[in-house]
């Protein structure tokens, strides 16, 4: 089975198209902010979160149910694809029913094989998969660039410059696509 949550208008034929409101006509109505949702454990192959996560779980304890939610339903190398504004993009910025801020870094948080590396270490970052026993990896990331960077770079403009761009101008980055890994396999501490 591959879920696609949030679906909006943007259906996806041979998926379950689920969302909060059925004006949009979804396969099933889903809040995603209500646990447990109504799939088994270890049923889900695939699932795509297209600008739908940074809507939802504004308190840090209900995004946290939201990704155990996840990884319970989700199969042993389950996918998981996550499209999220930037959050240094008015994409981000105008709408009032954005949250929270997603990056990959957020995701990586949930990777419990990099958290029992961070305990060995020391390391001042809090083990979110560890605490909640779960494990995401995330695997590919893709950056859609703003027009002013499409521009720069059509201009010949240097990596550096761009990098710099990237990293001090609004609007650089629109949009992050990531790909993610649900693995149900962990050594133990
Ligand atoms: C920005 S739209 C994205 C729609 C579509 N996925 C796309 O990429 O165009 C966000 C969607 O998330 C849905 N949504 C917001 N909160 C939700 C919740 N708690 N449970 C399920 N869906 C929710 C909205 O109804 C809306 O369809």
Redesign the pocket.
């Given at each position: 089975m591959k879920i696609?949550?949030?679906?909006?208008?943007?259906k996806i034929e041979g998926w379950l198209n689920?969302?909060?409101?059925d004006s949009?006509e979804p396969d099933m109505i889903?809040?995603?902010?209500k646990t447990p949702w109504p799939f088994s454990s270890n049923s889900v192959d695939e699932m795509?979160f297209?600008?739908?996560l940074e809507?939802?779980g504004a308190m840090p304890n209900d995004f946290l149910n939201i990704i155990k939610e996840i990884y319970r339903i989700a199969k042993d190398g389950c996918v998981l694809n996550i499209?999220v504004p930037h959050p240094r993009h008015e994409h981000f910025i105008i709408?009032p029913?954005h949250c929270r801020v997603i990056l990959p870094a957020t995701m990586e948080m949930f990777n419990r094989d990099k958290n029992l590396e961070q305990i060995k270490n020391k390391e001042t970052i809090t083990p979110l998969g560890f605490f909640h026993d779960v494990n995401i990896k995330v695997q590919k990331i893709n950056y859609i660039y703003g027009f002013r960077v499409r521009e720069a770079q059509a201009a010949g403009v240097s990596e550096k410059e761009i990098q710099k761009m990237i990293y001090t101008e609004l609007n650089s980055i629109q949009e992050i696509r990531m790909s993610l890994l649900v693995s149900k396999e962990w050594e133990s501490i």
């Open positions: 696609n949550f949030g679906c909006g208008s943007k689920v969302d909060l409101f949009v889903l809040d995603m902010e795509l297209s600008h739908v809507h939802v499209y709408d029913t």
